[in-house]
């Protein structure tokens, strides 16, 4: 009895396993902020012409390193979750009209026109038509910032409010946005190329409507009359190999599966 007294060997036994738990947990906040990843310039692919050229010549952040900020700038987890939900700490409100525009299958297609509110810097009509992302309209965070970011500077903005997404509009057909379908966002550039005859456009679409947009420009030749550029914004060029990825658990990439597709059935069942 007086053996066993003497040998306290179960509390070295729960410093074990407190010093195990405390390096767990801290290489899960090493990979969860991405830590280890070195910070590099972003590669670009261009073809030598006089518009890369000037691009490259006007726009120099595209060839400097990105210094992200300390600790949590390297985490696209948490950068989603403090900018793509939270927003910044005073998100802008830009005023505009909403137009609504009736589809030939008798759809209701929606879009909000931002006016500009100081002039353009080569004193030109330029008119961006945007397409937000899966399930995304004029009124979310992302796209309110970059609209007033762009009135600030000149440019007229018109945001298609993806079919069925907006919580206030009721749908009048019995279909809904999708990956391939351009009609609505075609309807809007068609009104703006109607309304302002004068007026030249750049073409914007983010994740989702990169797809939309760059296909739009790509059904017929004459949708790119009056285009000056089109720029897509972290597009997935494949939905079936991006599915793939999305069903990894590294990097908690199911969590976003999940996310979006329950994202995507509350749409659904709000129209039911």
């Not at 796209?143 to 007033?148: A, K, S």
């Not at 206030?168 to 075609?186: A, D, H, V």
């Amino acid at each position: 009895m007086s053996a066993m007294l003497e040998t306290p060997e179960l509390p070295a036994v729960f410093d074990g396993v407190k010093l195990a738990a405390v390096a767990a947990v801290l290489y899960v906040i090493v990979r969860c902020l991405n830590l280890k990843s070195p910070t590099a310039p972003p590669e670009l692919i261009y073809q030598d012409s006089a518009l890369a050229r000037f691009l490259l010549k006007s726009c120099p952040l595209l060839t400097k390193e990105y210094i992200p900020p300390l600790i949590w700038g390297k985490s696209g987890h948490i950068q989603t979750a403090l900018y793509g939900k939270m927003g910044r700490v005073r998100s802008p409100h830009p005023y505009g009209h909403r137009k609504y525009l009736t589809m030939p299958d008798g759809a209701t297609a929606t879009f909000d026109l931002f006016e500009p509110q100081s002039e353009h810097c080569i004193g030109e009509d330029v008119t961006m038509v945007i397409c937000p992302g899966i399930a995304n309209h004029s009124e979310k965070q992302y796209i309110r910032t970059f609209v007033d970011y762009a009135q600030s500077n000149g440019y007229r903005c018109a945001v298609l409010n993806h079919l069925g997404a907006l919580p206030n509009i009721e749908l009048t057909s019995p279909r809904m946005f999708t990956y391939g379908c351009t009609w609505e966002f075609g309807a809007m550039v068609n009104y703006i190329k109607k309304t302002y005859p004068q007026t030249q456009l750049v073409v914007v679409g983010f994740s989702l409507g990169g797809n939309i947009v760059c296909k739009y420009l790509g059904e017929n030749q004459a949708n790119q009359e009056r285009v000056l550029c089109c720029v897509s914004v972290c597009q997935g060029y494949s939905a079936l190999r991006a599915q793939e990825t999305f069903m990894q658990w590294d990097q908690c990439r199911r969590f976003y599966n999940f996310l979006m597709a329950d994202n995507m059935k509350k749409i659904i069942l709000s129209h039911r």
